[in-house]
């Protein structure tokens, strides 16, 4: 530092140190986000940091201001302030604000999926299943269930893979619907996995999710148990709704082609052997596996 440089002088009137209404803004909306504790140690390792440098400023801010060789300490923090506090902390805060609203999003992509007799595998991209989602809502359902087809048909064997590891003692039944689906015998894969997903939910949750409890899926109730965060929650949403598939006699139109769970198993529908409606189920069947015993053990680690 030059010997005619001056220290800083802070003036009495400027507000000096760290913007402590953002940095507190930024604490109450990651500890209401509540998604993962990756960002709690995010928040409090930014706390961390930035203490030591506010306790040195409030004890010797005066007397630094006469000591050339803190002066440029004090200047340095001071740029470290301007930049936390007009850069820095407004760019955390839209982060933030984008990860507040991701669960939001993720719900609405999950229940347009949903709809459609789709459900989203956790291999793939979540801009991808936005697009997809985006292109059912647009009315191209043609272009949408294509993309899904052509999706669960390049992931057979990875998905055949996965359930068999995740639950051995189911692999013969699996192994067989997998082969049927191979062979173009969809009447027989279909209601061979419908059946299956029913009863790993119960195994896994003690609900059903083709069964209702005050009118929503029994699996509604057992999500907010097993799984606290909302993004969990969000991803889980097509559960605790009545979809397509779960709609009972009054809920459907006599015209519904829609894949339907009580239309296949009690004989009701004869034209339900499809190679969509087959992915659909397998679909169905790979996501209640991920979020009911894989991820459910993560958690429980």
């Known amino acids: 530092m030059s010997e005619d440089k001056q220290p800083v002088k802070p003036e009495s009137n400027q507000k000096c140190g760290i913007d402590l209404e953002k940095l507190a803004e930024i604490n109450k909306m990651v500890r209401g986000i509540n998604l993962q504790p990756a960002l709690i140690n ?33 200047e340095r923090y001071s740029a470290f302030e301007e930049t936390f506090n007009k850069s820095l902390a407004p760019l955390i805060i839209i982060l933030l604000k984008g990860i507040q609203k991701f669960p939001e999003d993720i719900r609405t992509t999950v229940l347009i999926l949903g709809e459609n007799g789709w459900y989203l595998d956790p291999e793939l991209s979540i801009e991808a299943g936005h697009r997809i989602a985006a292109s059912f809502s647009s009315g191209n359902s043609q272009l949408a269930d294509k993309a899904m087809v052509e999706y669960y048909e390049g992931r057979l064997e990875g998905i055949e893979n996965y359930l068999i590891n995740a639950m051995p003692h189911r692999s013969s039944i699996i192994h067989a619907a997998f082969d049927a689906h191979r062979r173009g015998q969809y009447e027989l894969s279909t209601p061979v996995l419908l059946t299956q997903v029913d009863g790993i939910c119960k195994e896994r949750t003690n609900a059903y999710l083709f069964m209702r409890k005050d009118g929503r899926p029994e699996t509604a109730y057992c999500i907010s148990q097993m799984f606290s965060d909302r993004l969990r929650a969000a991803f889980l949403s097509p559960l605790s709704e009545t979809l397509p598939i779960l709609k009972n006699r009054s809920e459907r139109t006599n015209e519904t082609t829609e894949l339907n769970r009580h239309l296949v198993i009690h004989g009701d529908s004869t034209n339900y052997g499809t190679k969509t409606n087959s992915l659909k189920t397998i679909s169905l069947i790979n996501y209640i596996c991920y979020f009911f015993v894989l991820e459910k053990e993560n958690i429980d680690k």
Do not use: W
Not at 52 to 72: H, I, T, V
């Open 42 to 74: 995010l928040l409090q390792t930014l706390n961390d940091t930035i203490r030591p440098f506010e306790e040195l400023r409030n004890k010797f801010n005066q007397p630094l201001a006469q000591m050339k060789y803190f002066s440029e300490i004090l």
